[in-house]
């Protein structure tokens, strides 16, 4: 009989609140994993994106030291830098400096994850 009215004891009440009680309890504890499996995913982000940051930032730093005496050449090495550099078209010089304005480039995802 799906529409008789159900008889409330004081002891199916109680069974009621616990059952209710316990359908909360598992709810709260399905989310609290959901919200662990987010946090967890998202450090592994995070640290990817700072992977690839520090190698970005240490080839800044490499390249700027190591061109300093190709942009501060003085007298026949400031030439010979003056003729080599005059061949260059403006698509050479944008794919040169492609890593550095073509956005972070993501490194490869672990194997297994």
């Not at 030291?65 to 090495?77: C, D, L, Q, S």
């Amino acid at each position: 009989m799906t529409g008789a009215p159900r008889l409330v004891t004081p002891e199916r009440r109680d069974e009621d609140i616990a059952d209710r009680r316990h359908a909360n309890l598992t709810e709260q504890r399905a989310g609290a994993a959901k919200l662990q499996l987010h946090l967890r995913l998202r450090l592994l982000l995070v640290r990817r994106f700072e992977a690839a940051r520090l190698l970005r930032t240490a080839r800044v730093q490499l390249e700027s030291r190591t061109m300093w005496p190709f942009y501060h050449a003085e007298g026949i090495a400031r030439d010979v830098r003056n003729a080599t550099v005059a061949d260059w078209d403006e698509r050479h010089l944008f794919n040169c400096l492609a890593w550095l304005y073509d956005g972070a480039v993501q490194p490869p995802a672990a194997a297994g994850g």
